[in-house]
């Protein structure tokens, strides 16, 4: 069935080559100054993380802030800030394929660019965060002489398992998504060493019906397996958190709310790749003002949700009556030590989004993109609430601390940045950003559309 | 057939009954051995083995290992066995303080100090001095290696050859000379100086303490005529009275009052009874954290006060009171309560103020201690420093009437609060001589450095208490170019013979005669060298009488001084760990935490909130005082207004690299009144400078939040319910449920339990943990950001007012819970749980996740940051190859990234295991103790096995006065605390 949200996804009447020619343009010709710029920056944060990444290896974790109580900080804070973001992709591609809602089509590619991208970000964390990790196998469960075998109560195992099944399920994803586009590339180029590259990732796709029905049964099973994933991988970040005797961590509310934190922090990172990607590229015909407004109406959806998880914690904090949780939730964290942080945290996702009610917010670019960093950062300051207040403020009061990053700390994470940069640029640069295989049948949609809307 | 041989009747009638031996966990080889698969191995097997044997054969010959070299013994020593340590019993003296102790060897090499249970004045306690300072003796950095003249390296027959024929012109001629030294405990060196004074008559002997206790003897002497320090008897003292004596911590003989003290405040149901202790301070020490009852006071308060008791309890006997002014506390009431005890009240001070002394005598006197709580049967051998001639003699050197000088066990450069005195001095003196062990401000401004022995590397006794000695004896060869001070006076006086003989001589002459248990002297020797210390029976009690007459003088000049007071004083202590500064070069000591302030590395300015909040200080403000010191302030709850509280042994200049320019000398503040070394003062001046200070403090949150951490009761409470204050326990105990069965162990099953009452928060545990288990020093900085490496640590909460908060001490270790967070949540299971209930870390299985540091509700976790051995970026003695001697050998050091805690002294355990296991028994109580109980010096830890129904361990469980820290997270902790009972008056 056809829903009148369909009707303006493709703005435009526009031939498939035309089509092929606008969403191609990227990939061909000189790059463009900006993205030389941005390229030089990206790399320039890259090396600064390379700097924090080798004082950290050939030093010891000592050059980072942590300490005896706060063990983990910006480390799995950054962590798990970007294994949300990761998110987004999958969920774009899993959750609008299962509810059929084609209107992310010209979404999916980008959305799951960045998901690769920020899964290898975040990958990156609890590798380091070893205080060995040179011996980083130690955690995959190989047979070996010693008979040593994994503690499988752990949920960082779990975690081990969940991150590199998420990691594979999502570049294959991404990656066969791909294989159409690559084709009409391989087929469009004339530099025979273009062709050469271009023609052994498309795989020798030939366009016929046959491959098609096939690739289209393909991206549905694998569609299917990766639903699950996507809800696993961060409830499995959750568990690390709940599992333990924390207070503040030890609640079954943490892996929904991490979940729906995902999600959320994902599609504000869409919204603000789409707008920078709109402004850069002639797209605005295939990511149009209403893709836009949909994210918006997801993040006020997705805000309410989160609200509701923070309300959650301190009602069952105060309802539990442990004097650890309550603590934890009334007095370090709502109006203690980690106030200025907490409520930084509430007024950016769970306050700021609320203005996307408003259909001028949401048709104002200037403030769907602050919006859409501000809930990033607010979702960063979740992490940091959640990590470092049940950590510095625990137990026993005489192991509180106070708890800082240092220039190694904030390196790596600028560092991460870098590579999701260069690696979201290097995407740009050499594969279409909208999926044209997914968009020319919607294409066809609106124009049946649009031309029965003529008609009427 | 095969014959049955048999050995006694019971196995050939089939009922043998097999004594009960120790099964303990198998070693992996016995468990191999028993596995029956590992038996069977077929041909595939043998080809399998021989392919890994070839090609691990291949790929390690290609592997090119640095070459370490260990060089067999060629002669074996007869008593030497690789891997076992023996034990040789010494004695730790320094100045007045002593402690007979246990020296553990392995493989020539000390690594370990514990208390001599044989003696029956420290009964095996310790304190973190005494623990510290084995560590001294590898400082290759500061010890002198061999002897100097003029800083230029020498040989000992050059400088001998030198010196010698000096000493014989100067007495020749009649010059002055003088050996200035501690007090000695040690009689046999005592008699060798007075050898040495003999022959060279001009020599004198000049005895100066740093810390003194000379006022205790002077005033006895003013007031009973008889020069004696009496012997304290805390044991026996149901009300203590202390005015600024931090018994516990410094003064005097620490060790054997906090035994004594421990002893009198354990309590349980069949004795439901413990002393009542009122301390007046103007610092914040462990003995007044300790007391009952806590008034902080100025100085010269503390002083009124004093004068204001005596008076009271003098109206209350009817004897002539002093006419004291009236102070606003009420002595009245005290006096009454001192009444009641009578003769089982002990009244101490710590001013080393002969006037105050007096008084402290007189109430001691009307209080009926003499007799009970202080003896004179074998008096004190303490106190013999010597001020006032010390300063005569100090007067005269300025001058440059000494012809030679001799320093030995004393630092007057750094101790003095005028070392430019001193200076001129060793400028003008022509021979100046310095026996330090390690560099010191003295030693390297005199002419001759004689470098004496480490005590390790050194013969010696010592008398502490009239009848009580103890022998010292080397137990190592002198790792440097160096001879002990006895020997150099005995080759000078060309005596053919060494201080060994000459002690042993010593001992068979004059100890021998005093025993009638050995027969010939040589198996006195050889017995009274095995076991460390000799005791002669009590001597008879003086019979002193007491003499008012010079009361009235003593208090007008105690008056006058206390008139001369500006508004703001000031208080020099001798710091719990450094004491003097001796030991600023010690890391371990350095590290220590304050068990008040939780501060490391550094001294401070302590003031009360209430003058911080009037002058606009904050924490880490340094001051100027009195134009000699700057300081950073430190806020301290509990001090009196207007008075700050200088920790001394700090700001050494030439301790070495740990020590050098670690906060600022205090001694500089003291001053001489014509009779005392006063250790407080006006502070005339004091000024805020522009700098500030960041502490290196180990706790900063001071309150319990309203948690049951700390639990505790009054004695009244505690008598009508033994389970007061401990309610929580019954509550959690009935509402605990678990999913998880409960755990079963067969074997043993480990526990430590903690006596808050007995603890006094002396730290001495600490450092015993540091130096058995080989824990690093990670440096100020590290501390600062909260990463000290201590697996035992001392947790301190403040409770009521800030202007007098009650304190509570609680060392915190592992506790080895039987449901461990930290265990299920290691992915690669390298904390695991051992089947005798303890907590156990694989170091080389850990990947450093961090994850159960996080999920220790008691974050006792700790990381290796840093490889902490040999990396310049630590200093310490983990970067040195002398330093690094210090190690336990059965302790691994720990890699950069792994996580380690406290072990229950696992190797202590499987050693006594091993051990019963070889002489087919079943281990008894108490044979094993871990590093922290074994150094207790009041027993306050008590370690064994809790599926030994009879062990103490397993009966202190049981005490409803036991609880586990929060139990309600169902850890199920191996340690038990006992709950803290104060003896308040309602």
């Known amino acids: 069935m056809i829903t009148n949200l369909d009707i303006s996804l493709v703005k435009g009447r526009k031939s498939y080559s035309q089509i092929t020619e606008e969403l191609l343009a990227n990939t061909e010709g000189r790059p463009p100054l900006w993205w030389l710029a941005a390229f030089g920056l990206g790399c320039l944060a890259l090396a600064f993380g390379g700097w924090a990444f080798y004082m950290s290896l050939s030093q010891g974790l000592g050059t980072w802030g942590i300490n005896n109580s706060v063990a983990w900080g910006w480390d799995i804070i950054n962590f798990v800030w970007w294994i949300g973001i990761g998110h987004a992709g999958t969920a774009f591609t899993i959750f609008f394929l299962v509810f059929r809602q084609k209107w992310a089509g010209s979404i999916n590619r980008s959305a799951e660019a960045m998901t690769v991208f920020a899964v290898m970000c975040a990958g990156l964390f609890p590798l380091i965060h070893m205080g060995r990790p040179w011996l980083a196998f130690y955690i995959l469960p190989y047979p070996n002489t010693r008979l040593l075998w994994l503690n499988f109560n752990s949920p960082l195992f779990w975690d081990v398992l969940a991150i590199s099944t998420y990691l594979i399920m999502s570049l294959t994803l991404w990656y066969l998504g791909m294989v159409p586009d690559l084709a009409t590339i391989r087929d469009r180029t004339k530099n025979k060493f273009r062709k050469l590259i271009y023609g052994i990732f498309s795989l020798g796709w030939d366009g016929s019906l046959y491959t098609y029905n096939r690739y289209e049964t393909l991206m549905k099973l694998l569609g299917g397996l990766a639903a699950p994933l996507v809800i696993s991988v961060h409830t499995i970040v959750a568990l690390d958190f709940s599992i333990s005797v924390l207070p503040g961590w030890h609640a079954t509310i943490l892996p929904p709310y991490f979940f729906v934190g995902a999600i959320f922090s994902g599609f504000a ?100 993109f602050a919006i859409s960093i501000i809930i990033n950062i607010g979702m960063w300051y979740e992490r940091y609430i959640i990590m470092v207040s049940s950590l510095a403020e625990d137990f026993l009061p005489s192991s509180w601390v106070a708890y800082h990053p240092t220039l190694v700390d904030i390196g790596i994470f600028v560092g991460t940045f870098g590579l999701f940069t260069v690696g979201m640029l290097l995407f740009v640069r050499f594969i279409p950003i909208i999926a044209i295989n997914e968009v020319k049948p919607i294409a066809r949609l609106g124009k049946d559309n649009n031309t029965k809307n003529e008609k009427e | 057939m095969k014959k049955e041989y048999w050995k006694t009747l019971e196995e050939l009638q089939g009922n043998v009954t097999e004594t009960p031996q120790e099964t303990g966990s198998s070693t992996p080889l016995e468990i191999l051995a028993n596995d029956k698969n590992a038996t069977s191995s077929s041909r595939r097997d043998f080809l399998k083995w021989c392919g890994i044997s070839f090609v691990s054969a291949t790929v390690m010959s290609a592997c090119e290992n640095p070459v370490k070299k260990a060089i067999p013994y060629l002669n074996q020593p007869e008593e030497v066995v690789p891997g076992k340590a023996l034990w040789y019993a010494s004695t730790y003296q320094q100045g007045n303080e002593y402690c007979p102790i246990l020296v553990k060897n392995r493989d020539g090499r000390p690594i370990k100090i514990e208390g001599n249970t044989s003696s029956t004045i420290t009964k095996g306690g310790t304190n973190a001095r005494v623990q510290a300072s084995i560590l001294s003796l590898y400082d290759n950095g500061a ?26 012109t100067y007495t020749a001629e009649g010059k002055k000379m003088a050996i200035v030294c501690p007090t000695l405990l040690s009689p046999a060196t005592k008699q060798l100086i007075d050898d040495a004074a003999n022959k060279y008559t001009g020599l004198e002997v000049i005895s100066w303490d740093a810390i003194s206790y000379e006022a205790i003897r002077a005033a006895h002497l003013a007031t009973f005529g008889t020069d004696v320090f009496p012997e304290y008897h805390f044991d026996k003292a149901k009300l203590i009275v202390s005015f600024g004596a931090d018994f516990l911590g410094t003064w005097v003989a620490p060790t054997i009052f906090s035994r004594q003290y421990a002893s009198m405040r354990k309590i349980n149901e069949e004795n439901p009874n413990m002393s009542r202790h009122i301390q007046f301070e103007s610092t914040f020490s462990i003995s007044g954290a300790s007391a009952d009852e806590r008034i902080p006071v100025k100085p010269t308060e503390e002083i009124r006060i004093l004068v204001a008791l005596h008076d009271a309890i003098a109206r209350a006997t009817g004897r002539s009171t002093l006419r004291a002014q009236s102070v606003d506390y009420d002595v009245d009431t005290l006096a009454g309560e001192i009444l009641e005890h009578r003769g089982e009240a002990l009244i101490v001070s710590g001013q080393d103020d002969i006037n105050c002394q007096m008084i402290v005598n007189a109430i001691n006197e009307m209080a009926g201690s003499y007799g009970n709580t202080l003896t004179t049967g074998n008096p004190l051998m303490s106190g013999h420093g010597n001020n006032s001639k010390f300063e005569s003699f100090v007067a005269d050197f300025q001058q440059g009437q000494y012809a030679a000088v001799m320093f030995y066990g004393t630092n007057p450069m750094y101790h003095y609060h005028n070392p430019e005195a001193i200076a001129q001095g060793i400028e003008k003196t022509p021979l100046s001589i310095s026996f330090a062990i390690s560099k010191d401000e003295t030693a390297e401004v005199c002419s001759f450095v004689l470098p004496d022995n480490h005590f390790l590397e050194s013969w010696n006794d010592a008398m502490f208490k009239q009848g009580c000695y103890s022998l010292a004896q080397p137990v190592i060869h002198p790792l440097f170019n160096t001879r002990q001070v006895q020997d150099t006076f005995l080759n000078w006086m060309e005596r053919e013979t060494n201080f060994q003989e000459y002690l042993k001589d010593y001992w068979q002459e004059e100890l021998f005669p005093k025993q009638d248990l050995h027969r010939t002297p040589e198996s006195f020797w050889t017995h009274s060298l095995q076991e460390g210390v000799f005791e002669t029976a009590t001597g008879p009690q003086l019979m002193l009488s007491f003499d008012n007459t010079g009361l009235s003088g003593a208090m007008q000049k105690l008056k006058a001084s206390v008139e001369r007071a500006g508004n703001i004083e000031f208080i020099a202590y001798p710091h719990l760990a450094l004491a003097d500064g001796t030991n600023a070069n010690n890391p371990w000591l350095q590290e220590m935490p304050d068990p008040i302030s939780s501060v490391t590395w550094d001294n401070y300015a302590a003031v009360s909130p209430a003058f911080a909040k009037s002058n606009n200080l904050s924490d880490g403000d340094v001051i100027s005082i009195n134009e000699k010191l700057e300081l950073p302030v430190l806020i301290q709850p509990g001090l009196a207004n207007d008075c700050m509280a200088i920790a001394l042994g700090y700001g050494r200049t030439m301790a070495g690299k740990a020590g050098d320019y670690v906060g600022d000398n205090a001694f500089r503040l003291t001053h001489w009144d014509g009779t005392n070394r006063v250790l407080s003062g006006t502070v005339n001046n004091w000024q805020k400078t522009s700098s500030g200070h960041q502490f290196a403090r180990t706790q900063m949150h001071f309150s319990m939040e309203g948690r049951a951490i700390v639990r505790e009761s009054t004695l009244d409470k505690y008598r009508q319910d033994p389970a007061a204050g401990n309610e929580l326990r019954a509550y959690h105990k009935k509402h605990a449920v678990t999913l998880y069965p409960e755990d079963h162990y067969d074997g043993h099953h480990w526990a430590l339990m903690v006596d808050l009452n007995a603890c006094t928060g002396c730290s001495t545990c600490v450092i015993a943990c540091q130096s058995e288990n080989n ?75 961090k994850y159960c540091i996080n999920n220790c509700p008691y974050k006792v976790r700790r990381f290796n940051w840093f490889a902490y051995a040999q990396n310049e970026a630590f200093d310490y003695h983990l970067n040195s190859d002398f330093g690094r001697m210090v190690l336990n050998p059965d302790v691994t050091v720990r890699e950069r990234g792994v996580v380690e805690k406290c072990s229950f002294c696992i190797q202590r355990i499987q050693e006594a295991k091993a051990m019963a296991k070889n002489e087919r028994r079943q281990l008894q109580d108490g044979e094993v103790v ?35 820290l929060l139990e309600e997270l169902h850890t199920l902790p191996s340690i038990g605390y006992l709950t803290k009972i104060r003896n308040k008056k309602q």
């Open chain 2, 775 to 849: 824990v690093p020093v990670v440096g100020k900085d590290e501390v600062r950001r909260r990463r000290i490496m201590h697996w035992l640590r001392i947790d301190r909460y403040y409770n009521g007012d800030a202007a007098n908060p009650e304190v509570v001490f609680q060392p915190l270790m592992c506790m080895h819970c039987d449901h461990a967070p930290c265990e299920n949540v290691c992915p690669v299971a390298a904390t695991t749980h051992s089947k005798e209930g303890i907590n156990q870390m694989t170091y080389n299985r850990c990947v450093g996740t």
């Open chain 2, 143 to 168: 010890r002198y290696h061999h002897p100097i003249k003029n800083g230029q390296r020498t040989t000992w027959q050059d400088a001998d050859r030198e010196i010698k024929s000096l000493l014989d």
């Open chain 2, 930 to 964: 871990t590093a922290c109980a074994q150094a207790c010096p009041s027993n306050a830890l008590v370690f064994g096995d809790l599926n030994d129904k009879n062990s103490r361990v397993a009966h202190l469980m049981k005490d409803p006065r036991n609880y586990h």
């Open chain 1, 269 to 368: 990172m869409v919204l603000t790749l789409m707008i920078l990607m709109r402004k850069a590229f002639p797209i605005g015909d295939y990511v149009t003002e209403k893709h836009i407004d949909n994210i918006a109406h997801v993040l006020k959806y997705g805000s309410m949700v989160i609200g509701l998880a923070y309300a959650t914690e301190l009602f069952i904090a105060w309802y539990s009556g442990v004097e650890y949780e309550i603590y934890t939730f009334f007095n370090a964290r709502a109006s203690g030590t980690f106030s200025t942080a907490f409520w930084i945290m509430v007024f950016c996702n769970a306050i700021a989004p609320q203005a996307f009610w408003f259909k001028k917010a949401r048709k104002n670019l200037v403030i769907l």
